[in-house]
């Protein structure tokens, strides 16, 4: 039985590296479905070499371009965020890759789950904003979601045979990112392009910023809350520069189980599309005897404030998880842009935290309007 897939984000690291997946399995996997942004040659060659259904652009004004240039093909084209909430929804549909970036993953991968589609979820975004909503949907509609964040599929793996009761310690692990060793001085000055440079993963440019000021690490905290159903406090991070242990589980009778491996993010893609299988690959071996050290440290919260007020953010919880995500991503596009300072960012998100109006019990159309005005507030504040 080939399996259909629905990629959202599928010229993205994530979405390319699922294809190279499916390449390598064609009796196992079909693509069904492509929706990307705007990087309409990646998304044309794409769509000649694996032949969708569906093509989707998010960016209307990309559709006559798109559509011309992939006249000799049968395959529908479509355009703008209604299409992509609704092609997640197409029958034939089995597994969605939720691989868009940030908050604009949040409406598919709802209305994914609300068809019961199976979710491969690299989006963590979506988690952070929506989690409550996200796994209440999650859990209605009988759509499995399996983790695609190589950390969360470590923690994922090591859960196996397991019951999540006796989880006593989630260890995350993370690899400090390019400014790991540098004091807060230096951190002021760094430029996007210094951040840009991630010393183990290969990986877009938002999430490579959010790496270096590790609020994809508090990210990734609150995306293990929700996936695996344990408070926070029970979520320990370690800075662990090898970046071989992906992530650990600690038992209640003492037992710690872990996932290692080279990084590379081909593999925990193909587990989530394979899971409960594990499927032959060449994927680069983490040879044991190569490797001098095994480190783990604590992370220092004074140089990487983005941490702490992840976990802020959760204990307050409603909205403000969203207002963090939101005022992140306005910080991290400035960043990028050269109109604020490295460490500016941490100030913008934490600022907007503490201006937002807080909502304890959120709906969907409160995290949209909450999304709005934490973008407004963190622009303010530029
Ligand atoms: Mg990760």
């Known amino acids: 039985?080939?399996?259909?897939?629905?990629?959202?984000?599928?010229?993205?690291?994530i979405g390319t590296q699922t294809l190279d997946v499916v390449r390598?399995?064609?009796?196992?996997?079909?693509?069904?479905?492509?929706?990307a942004h705007r990087s309409i040659d990646k998304l044309v060659e794409q769509a000649l070499e694996f032949k969708p259904e569906v093509v989707c652009i998010a960016d209307e004004s990309l559709y006559e371009p798109l559509k011309e240039r992939l006249s000799s093909l049968s395959c529908k084209i479509w355009a703008g965020a209604d299409a992509i909430a609704e092609v997640v929804t197409m029958p034939s549909i089995d597994i969605v890759v939720a691989a868009m970036v940030g908050y604009a993953g949040l409406r598919p991968t709802i209305e994914a789950i609300k068809a019961g589609k199976t979710i491969a979820l690299a989006n963590k975004e979506t988690l952070v904003v929506?989690?409550?909503?996200?796994?209440?949907l999650a859990l209605r509609h009988h759509a499995p979601i399996l983790p695609v964040d190589s950390e969360h599929s470590?923690?994922?793996q090591s859960l196996v045979g397991e019951d999540q009761s006796e989880i006593e310690k989630i260890l995350l692990t993370a690899s400090g990112g390019p400014f790991r060793t540098f004091s807060l001085e230096q951190m002021k000055t760094v430029t996007a392009a210094d951040a840009l440079k991630h010393p183990n993963w290969d990986?877009?440019?938002?999430?490579?910023?959010d790496s270096a000021s590790m609020m994809n690490k508090g990210f990734e905290v609150i995306e293990a809350k929700w996936l695996f159903g344990v408070p926070v406090e029970k979520v320990q991070v370690l800075v662990h520069p090898q970046s071989i242990v992906h992530s650990a589980v600690q038992f209640t009778d003492g037992a710690i189980k872990a996932q290692l491996g080279a990084p590379d993010m081909r593999l925990p893609i193909q587990y989530a599309l394979s899971f409960p299988e594990r499927l032959k690959s060449d994927f680069p071996r983490a040879d044991l005897f190569a490797?001098?050290?095994?480190?783990?440290?604590?992370?220092?919260?004074?140089?990487?404030?983005?941490?702490?007020?992840?976990?802020?953010?959760?204990?307050r919880g409603g909205n403000i998880p969203c207002v963090l995500n939101a005022a992140n991503e306005v910080a991290n596009l400035a960043f990028r842009q050269g109109r604020c300072g490295f460490l500016q960012m941490s100030d913008i998100i934490s600022n907007t935290m503490a201006?937002?109006?807080?909502?304890p019990k959120p709906t969907y159309e409160n995290y949209v309007e909450t999304d709005i005005e934490a973008r407004k507030i963190a622009?303010?504040?530029l």
Do not use: H, W
């Open 24 to 35: 390598s399995y064609p009796e196992r996997y079909g693509v069904y479905a492509l929706c």
């Open 379 to 381: 622009e303010s504040l």
């Open 203 to 209: 990986m877009g440019a938002k999430i490579t910023i």
């Open 291 to 315: 490797l001098k050290d095994l480190t783990f440290e604590e992370p220092d919260l004074a140089r990487f404030p983005n941490l702490g007020l992840a976990y802020e953010a959760t204990r």
């Open 130 to 136: 929506a989690g409550e909503i996200i796994c209440d």
């Open 154 to 156: 470590a923690i994922f």
């Open 1 to 13: 039985m080939v399996k259909q897939l629905c990629i959202l984000g599928s010229t993205g690291s």
């Open 355 to 359: 201006k937002a109006a807080f909502i």
